[in-house]
């Protein structure tokens, strides 16, 4: 069961639609590309950079069913897995690449399809709807906390959505640049200061560590009297 979402954005419902998300690496040629999808008649929304806070925080928002990664210049192997278990966090991850690439390492890394960014655009927005035809994620319950920093915000719903514990080197990989993962002690002293802004939520912050990787999740806070 995945822990109960942290709301930080301002009072009112999340919009729920079923047009995905973009994610991209390249603004440019990502726009090429969705105005040909838009041709088509499919227009996914929002377009979001790659390490932008407040993109992240909109696409959250935005709650799409799916996010597609768009990966328009050439990835090694290492490279496709980080940016699909990063971007895991945000959505179920569909990814665009392109022509002749290896589809493999981005589905072993968790990606529910992968399409030929070059393919005619009408197979793409049927692929794209066949996609959006799989179930969609139940939204977790909402609570809302008031103060931080933007960048807070986004990690506490970034664990607050997540299914278990998130493993620390995918949000490096998530809120860094390609090829340049957030570093580790700055993610730690993030982490050591989201603490204080669960006081009063009956939430805490958890952390392990087994074999080098630590991972965080949010739980229950112990109680008075508890051995937790």
């Not at 072993?108 to 399809?113: F, L, Q, Y």
């Not at 920093?149 to 860094?176: I, K, M, N, T, Y």
Request: proline fraction near 11%.
């Amino acid at each position: 069961m995945s822990a109960p979402a942290v709301a930080t954005n301002p009072p009112g419902p999340r919009p729920q639609h079923r047009l995905p998300a973009v994610v991209t690496l390249d603004a440019a040629a990502t726009g090429r590309l969705l105005a040909r999808l838009a041709a088509v008649g499919v227009a996914p929304y929002p377009l979001v950079s790659w390490g932008t806070v407040a993109g992240y925080r909109h696409l959250l928002r935005a709650a799409p069913p799916l996010v597609l990664l768009d990966l328009a210049g050439p990835a090694d192997r290492r490279a496709v897995d980080r940016l699909v278990r990063g971007c895991r966090l945000l959505a179920p991850v569909a990814v665009l690449t392109a022509a002749g690439t290896d589809p493999v390492p981005a589905l072993e890394a968790g990606a529910v399809d992968v399409m030929n960014r070059e393919a005619p655009a009408l197979e793409l927005a049927a692929r794209l709807r066949a996609d959006l035809r799989r179930p969609s994620p139940v939204p977790a319950r909402s609570l809302r906390i008031t103060g931080g920093s933007a960048a807070q915000f986004l990690l506490l719903d970034l664990l607050g959505g997540a299914d278990g514990p998130v493993c620390c080197h995918e949000l490096r990989w998530l809120l860094g640049r390609p090829g340049h993962p957030l570093p580790l002690p700055t993610l730690k002293l993030r982490m050591q200061r989201l603490q204080p802004l669960l006081r009063g939520t009956g939430l805490t912050l958890h952390s392990a560590t087994e074999y080098g990787l630590a991972t965080y999740r949010l739980g229950p806070a112990p109680t008075k009297g508890s051995d937790v």
